[in-house]
């Protein structure tokens, strides 16, 4: 079957099309993965946060820096920014809510909760239209206080 005059170059148009939305599909599933890398990462940052609290209590004697507080573990969780994250879009906060504390302790006594919470402003970059609008990531992490 011969192409007809008015039909030539119909495939190219179409393979023009077709492969776009191939590049558009696959930029997309690469920034998703960049997405919940990042996610992951911040997740698993609050939890250094959170353990790198609670051996820093007020019961702590091994340690020199006994008796954490929210700016030593916001400058901690800092530290470990690296990779995909930029530590100047990283917020943490620690917390020593007294519910859950055994009876008689507050504060960051034994025994008593800390919650580190850490947010990430995320920009998209391999998406051109999504670039402008950055998405605020969220986790935190509590656990107990150990000493």
Do not use: D
């Not at 906060?93 to 034994?110: E, I, K």
């Amino acid at each position: 079957m011969k192409p007809r005059h008015h039909e030539r170059g119909a495939s190219m148009l179409e393979t023009a099309l077709v492969v776009s939305v191939l590049v558009a599909v696959i930029f997309g599933i690469m920034e998703f993965g960049r997405f919940m890398y990042t996610y992951a990462y911040i997740a698993q940052i609050a939890r250094e946060g959170a353990r790198w609290a609670i051996v820093r209590g007020s019961g702590c004697t091994v340690l020199n820096a006994c008796g954490a507080n929210s700016t030593q573990v916001a400058n901690y969780v800092a530290s470990l920014s690296e990779g995909v994250t930029n530590p100047a879009k990283l917020t943490a906060t620690a917390t020593w809510p007294n519910t859950g504390c055994p009876p008689g302790s507050t504060g960051n006594a034994p025994g008593c909760p800390v919650v580190v919470k850490v947010t990430y402003q995320y920009g998209f970059t391999l998406i051109p239209f999504l670039a402008s609008v950055p998405v605020t990531l969220s986790t935190q992490s509590q656990m107990v206080i150990s000493e």
